[in-house]
Structure formats: structure tokens, C-alpha cells
């Protein structure tokens, strides 16, 4: 990784949406709605464009809805180099034939994908809503259409999030991509900024090697806790209770330290809801892999569970760096808002990471500053520099260090310790 310049910029051309997606963080957010003034994107352009391989040119806000988005389009192809790639996100509601003619065919647009999260209109419209399915497959059609008219490589993706709603429906959605030569698809798990979606959820933070450690505590439900808690209470009063409750959960930690893991039995205990929908979710990306792999479609799946000892951050990786709207560079798109997110059980109050401004200052000076490469440098090691909450008993149960990412129990100021993203339960196009 350098610590000259970032690899890759992701430029929030705009938070405006003209969507109300039930799990965007539009609905929980205090932020001021605005487009990057073209003035500022040209600023950033011309100092940065020249040294980049990557340009993602979306955030929390539908990019096409940006008056100026083409004039953006060309300009990143004039000053990226000639080999530099230019990705998209969109909700595909805006593209039209003369806008898809001329990002492929004219300015040359490397990846676009659409968000997309089932073919049944009824339930996209409920989980995006202002959704229009027909349209969209047609924009997709159209898009396909020009790519395969274009001169240079174009690739044309999907994205969905995958929730209790829709997850059954991702084996026909991977055939409705084929069916529209579609090359990839990006499926990650939803981030739950609302209790609602929380309650939608397909999977568990707890790392998969504690979990098959913990299986055998189910049929004894919460009564293995009672019954060793009474114990404590008994030892602090002279009173000797051994239960085999307490042996249980002994063996569950000696065993979880030898593999280098913590317990989080709470957590398994009123989760079992999770546990069974993870299970029925694996078959479903069983199929929708043999679905893929038929018709060479690049599917990118989501874990099915956490790893605490694989943890890595994708923009870390990838070293991209977030400019919002408005000019402020965060580390992530994760970061560049405050805003409320459930996990683990519990609600976390994110506040927003801001190391600089690019209307005031360039951002090598941003990407150099001594904060910033710090934070950077204890991420390329995440397992080791980071706590991860899932495994420990005390994140579901009011942890200080689980209410905000202000700062965890390793003294890291802020932290991803609770982060999504860095488990790949979450995935991000960038």
C-alpha cells in the first residue's frame, strides 16, 4: 500500500435520490441535500485524475440525478489515465437510450451496475420505493444493447441486498441477469440503519467457529446462563453451587481460546432466529451459484458468517479514499455521515470521520496527514489492531465501547470494531 496517494477515489457526485429505499440511510440522516458543485469536481479532477487507476462516481444519492453528470463523465475520461477505470452505481430509473449511447459508445464508462434486489415488482416496489421494474429492465436491456456496440470493455452488473424479503428470490434474479447479458453481480447482506430492517436480517455477527463451539448450548436455552450466573452469586456468598451449566460454558471457552476466539453465548442464545435463517439462506446461494457458474456470470457473494480472525477493510485494500458531496474526505462511505446502525443486537450511534476538505486543501495533504495514515496503518492488520464484538458476551449486553464508534477497548479513536463491511457480510462496488 502507498502512502503517497490514494489508488482510487469514490466521489459522491450527489446524496439526492429520487428513490425512498426502505434500507437507505437517507431515511435516518440529518444531512443537507446537495449535488457536488461542478467548480469543486473540476478542482479535483485536475489535481488528482492523472494519478488514479480507479474513479467510483456514486455515494448516497442516485449520480444521474446530478445536472452535470455527463459533463463529470468526460471530464474523468480526459484526465484519468488511459488505462483508468470509471465505475457507477445507479438505481437505473434515469438512464436512457442517449445517456447510455453515450457513456459507452462516446465517453467510455469502464462498469455500471444497477440496484436491483428481485424481479417481483410488487416487493421492489415496497423495498424501493418509486421503483418501475419495467423500466429498469429496459434501461438494463438498453445498456447491454450499447455495450455490445461499444469499442472498448464495458461491464454491466447488478447489485442487491439481500434481507428476509427478498433472499429466495436471488436464484431468478441471477437468471433475469443472464437473460439481460449481465457480466456480475454484487450481493451483500443490508445494513440495518432502522430496528425494522434489523428485524430483517439473514445472518449472525458471531464468527462461524464459535458458533459450532456453542451448537450444543441451544437445548439447554438460557437456563446454562441462569444457572451459572446463580453460581457466581453463590461463590461471592460462601454458598457452593457447581452446575454443569458452568462446566459447559467453561469447556465452550477453553475450547474457543485454543482456536484463538471469544464467546458471545447471549448473543446465540436470543439469536436462534438468525442461526436458521443463515441455514436456509446457504442453500439458496448454493443455487444461485450453479445458476451463475452456468451462464459465466461473476457472482460475488457475501459471507455467510463473520470471521474475526479474517477481517480486512476494503477501502484499506483497495486504497480508495471518499470525498462526500460537499467536499469532506472520509475513509469510508460507511463514515461520511452520522447515523444510527443496528448490530450485534444493540443500536450504535455512528458519528462521521472526516480527515479533510478538498475545497480548501489538495488531497495528498489529506491522504498524508499524520491522523489519517494512522488510521490507515492499523487497518492493513484488522485482526490483530482491532476488536471484533461480535465474539464477545459483552456487546449485546450494553457494552460503553458498542455505543458509538467514537473509540473500542483497544484505545483506537475512532473504530471499525462492529463494521459490516470488514467481515464482507456487507459488500461494497468500489
Known amino acids: 500500500m502507498s502512502d503517497d496517494f490514494p489508488e482510487a477515489l469514490q466521489i459522491e457526485v450527489t446524496n439526492r435520490c429520487n428513490f425512498n429505499c426502505q434500507m437507505c440511510i437517507r431515511r435516518v440522516w440529518n444531512a443537507k441535500p446537495l449535488d457536488m458543485e461542478l467548480a469543486l469536481y473540476r478542482k479535483i479532477a485536475e489535481e488528482c485524475f492523472p494519478l488514479l ?8 444519492g442516485e449520480p444521474f440525478i446530478h445536472p452535470h453528470i455527463l459533463e463529470m463523465l468526460r471530464i474523468a475520461r480526459k484526465r484519468l489515465p488511459n488505462d483508468g477505470e470509471i465505475l457507477i452505481s445507479t438505481n437505473g430509473s434515469l438512464l436512457t ?3 447510455a449511447e453515450k457513456i459507452t459508445k462516446e465517453i467510455g464508462v469502464d462498469s455500471i451496475s444497477f440496484s436491483v434486489d428481485t424481479i417481483s415488482q410488487a416487493k421492489l416496489s415496497r423495498l424501493r420505493k418509486g421503483s418501475n421494474l419495467k423500466l429498469i429492465a429496459n434501461n438494463i436491456e438498453t445498456l447491454a444493447k450499447s455495450k455490445d456496440e461499444a469499442k472498448r470493455d464495458f461491464r454491466l452488473g447488478l447489485e442487491t441486498v439481500i434481507m428476509e424479503d ?3 428470490d436471488l436464484p431468478e434474479l441471477v437468471e433475469f441477469a443472464a437473460d439481460k447479458n449481465v ?11 432502522t430496528q425494522e430492517v434489523f428485524a430483517k436480517t439473514m445472518y449472525l455477527t458471531l464468527s462461524r467457529p464459535t458458533i459450532e463451539i456453542l451448537k450444543p448450548s441451544l437445548r439447554h436455552g438460557w437456563r446454562i446462563i441462569r444457572e451459572s450466573t446463580l453460581e457466581l452469586f453463590g461463590k461471592a456468598y460462601g454458598v457452593k453451587m457447581e452446575t454443569a451449566s458452568t462446566e ?15 464467546i458471545n453465548l447471549p448473543l446465540l442464545l436470543s439469536s436462534t432466529e438468525k442461526l436458521e435463517a443463515s441455514t436456509r439462506l446457504e442453500e439458496v446461494f448454493h443455487e444461485s451459484e450453479k445458476i451463475a457458474h452456468e451462464y459465466q456470470i461473476d457472482l460475488k457473494l457475501p ?3 463473520p470471521d474475526a480472525k479474517e477481517r480486512r477493510c476494503p477501502y484499506m485494500e483497495k486504497e480508495t479514499l471518499v470525498i462526500r458531496s460537499d467536499g469532506a474526505v472520509s475513509p469510508c462511505q460507511e463514515f461520511i455521515y452520522t447515523h444510527p446502525v443496528y448490530v450485534n443486537a444493540h443500536k450504535k450511534e455512528i458519528h462521521e470521520v472526516i480527515f479533510g476538505d478538498v475545497a480548501k486543501e489538495s488531497i495528498k495533504e489529506v491522504w498524508q496527514r499524520k491522523s489519517h495514515a494512522t488510521f490507515r496503518e492499523i487497518r492493513r492488520d484488522m485482526a490483530r489492531n482491532v476488536p471484533w464484538c461480535g465474539d464477545c458476551p459483552y456487546s449485546a449486553l450494553g457494552c ?10 483497544y484505545a483506537n479513536a475512532p473504530t471499525c470494531n462492529e463494521c459490516l463491511y470488514s467481515v464482507n457480510l456487507a459488500q461494497c462496488n468500489i
Do not use: M
Open 183 to 193: 457480466d456480475y453481480i454484487i450481493a451483500s447482506h443490508v445494513v440495518p440503519y
Open 97 to 99: 437510450q442517449q445517456i
Open 303 to 305: 459471507n455467510l458468517y
Open 248 to 262: 459447559l460454558i467453561r469447556s465452550f471457552w477453553t475450547e474457543a481460546e485454543k482456536k484463538g476466539y471469544w
Open 166 to 168: 427478498n433472499f429466495s
Open 400 to 409: 460503553f465501547y458498542t455505543k458509538t464508534n467514537d473509540v473500542d477497548c
Open 53 to 60: 487507476k480507479r474513479l467510483v462516481l456514486y455515494g448516497f
